[in-house]
């Protein structure tokens, strides 16, 4: 079945730095765009980020272009969230999201916490 594993969450302080990963299985990952999302507390989910099932096209929402960038290993089946310029406004839960063939799948998500 289908799994989505993120990690690489955790407590920075502003202008920091993180990566996430996303571990994927069950599926042919390098069949498949994928998408990083983001829940803040007492808000909706938030697409982030995106990258194409090659890894030659991205595209991010706009508050976080320029700091976050997005890659995927498909050799690894794992995508990555590199993110850069943290600021107190993207403390999150993150969550790696992947569409295979019609069903949306979820990983359980990964806390960021941007504080000092």
């Known amino acids: 079945q289908v799994q989505l594993v993120e990690s690489g969450g955790g407590l920075v302080q502003p202008g920091g730095s993180l990566r996430l990963s996303c571990a994927a299985s069950?599926?042919?990952?390098?069949?498949?765009?994928m998408r990083w999302y983001r829940q803040a507390p007492g808000k909706g989910r938030e697409w982030v980020a995106y990258?194409?099932?090659?890894?030659?096209?991205?595209s991010f929402v706009d508050s976080v272009k320029g700091r976050f960038s997005i890659s995927r290993d498909n050799p690894k089946n794992t995508a990555y969230l590199q993110m850069n310029s943290l600021k107190p406004e993207d403390t999150a839960v993150y969550y790696c999201?992947?569409?295979?063939?019609?069903?949306?799948?979820w990983g359980q998500g990964t806390q960021v916490t941007v504080s000092s």
């Open positions: 069950g599926f042919t990952f390098s069949n498949h765009g």
């Open positions: 990258i194409s099932s090659a890894g030659d096209s991205t």
């Open positions: 999201n992947a569409n295979v063939y019609g069903s949306n799948y």
